[in-house]
């Protein structure tokens, strides 16, 4: 029998040749005890309809079992203290008749922490909280083998299921275990984004930031404002590949969600311990909301009336107008938006930040007028303004400013958290400033960049960015202050989707990749010298990881090169050759 391939693989797991396997079949309950009830429901709807198997409930009643025997206690333990390593891990050990699943919450483990606990009298899956209960639960699936990931039963009628008799230990190394996914440059309908938080669930992955508005399109419902989804949601044509590409779709792209699809995003995530982080762009890529609404832009060096929703890459010099009309119209739509995205689910907001070109401001009197009537330095302390504004506005609501690095340029406002995205540098000098910071480097954890150096890669953007490298990434860098190390909330990999026109592009880019990040971001175990990292071993559970993502329908990039459909020809990328630097 072979060890369980885990991923991300845990800090702590007994298991032996010898244990044996546990059966699970029609007839094993589910115990939920308080706290857990969501849990509960998570595993009859997903692990449920894998294995066409009922688990009726096992509240309630002191038997565990579907015959009457009373081999269960009230304590849920398979021996005197609990362990799983009692007589019921003996190998031959295969009846689920005397075998019960026990959800349950222990304070005393760390709030995302877990243990599972499988023997022949009970197969226990404790948290610190319910989100470690609920992460207890994903690995107890992979245990179940690959089926357990499909959305119906596979097989023969009645087929038996069964799980290692084994005990299973494991907390999270970060906080904040993210992907952001880019949903202003191709719009992912809402069932695609459905799809992805289910997809971080399975990875213990807990953040999920979406990039709602750029200049290339506005995809939340402001229902004070709705020209901004009747116009700003829309673009005439779009272009294939690199902005230096002369391909062009002339299909008119665009999408917007609904207040209520918002909604239901939030309430599914959150079901699945997943906390939703939006993006609203300013003081830069605004392009597609001052095309809905021209009286943003600074009209007195634009003709704002003319613009349309971006169609094409880059760093747009489009930028808000520094006024306090364009002000009080964000402050109009973050309130929609902290209503959407409530504070119990995550208290982040994301304000863009980055890319922010000050020509406009340079040669438009009004924004002159206005760094000298606040006695500014120059544009970027206008931009430190503009973004310390909204971060004086959200803690006033109990909210949290977080942004691009960029916002370090002009002084940071005191409140705001950064995402590290050019590097390590601004993450470095924000967390020694004492502000909380995500690392999530381009060169690194950037998953648009190409995967491989051939040139069969779809639309090749930027650094080689193998399965390897991302698995030897390490957010933490060297040299960084213990005081310092305490503000790396932790990190997220990032999808900018220019180039990515479909779900199954998307899939190709992110997988296997997040697999990797996965276990960098939650594995304690995992050394943070990353040379000293087994990736051979990684390597090897990663045969089994495959199987479940196929199970999943999950359009990953095989090991051995994309698949003919997966290819591009044609379409200009942007590669960068060389290994990227560490900055």
Known sequence: MDRPDLIPAPSSLRWSPSAGHVRIDGGTPLEARPGTEGVARWFRATVGAATGLPFPNGNGNGNSNSNGNSNGNSNGNSDGDGDGSGDGTRAGDHHGAGSRIVL?????LAPEGYRIAIDGHAQRITGGSAAGVFWGAQTYRQLLGPDAYRRAP??????????????????????????????????????????????????????????LTDDQGWRIEIKRYPRLTEVGAWRARTRRGHRASTLWDDQPHGGHYTQDDIREIVAYAAERHVRVVPEIDVPGHSQAAIAAYPWLGNTDVVDTAALSVWDTWGVNPNVLAPTDETLRFYENVLEEVLDLFPAGTSPFVHLGGDECPKDQWRASPAARARIEELGLADEDALQAWFIGHFDRWLTRRGRRLIGW???????????????????????????????????CPEQHVYLDHRQDGGPDEPVPIGYVRTLEDVYRFEPVP???????????????????????????????????????????????????????????????????HYRRLDALGVDYRPPGGPLPWQKRPGVVGRPIDGPPPNV
């Open 478 to 544: 060297p040299g960084l202050s213990p005081a310092a190390a305490a503000h790396v909330l932790g990190t997220q990999a990032n999808v900018w989707t220019e180039v990515m026109d479909s779900r199954s592009r998307v899939d190709y880019q992110v997988f296997p990749r997040l697999a990797a990040f996965a276990e960098v971001a939650w594995s304690t175990g995992l050394p943070t010298d990353p040379a000293a990292r087994d990736f051979a071993g990684f390597e090897r559970r990663m045969a089994a």
């Open 405 to 439: 690095d960029e916002i370090l340029e002009g002084g940071l406002a005191p409140g705001a958290a950064v995402s590290s995205w050019r590097g390590y540098a601004g993450g470095i000098a924000a967390a020694e400033a004492g502000h909380d910071v995500v690392m």
């Open 154 to 211: 596979v097989g023969p009628p009645g087929r038996p299921w069964e799980v290692p008799a084994a005990v299973v230990a494991d907390e999270p190394r970060f906080a904040w275990r993210g992907l952001m996914l880019d949903v202003a440059r191709h719009f992912r309908p809402k069932h695609d984004v459905l799809r992805y938080v289910d997809l971080l669930a399975a990875h213990k992955l807990n953040v999920l930031h979406l990039h």
């Open 104 to 108: 349950d919450i222990d304070p005393g």
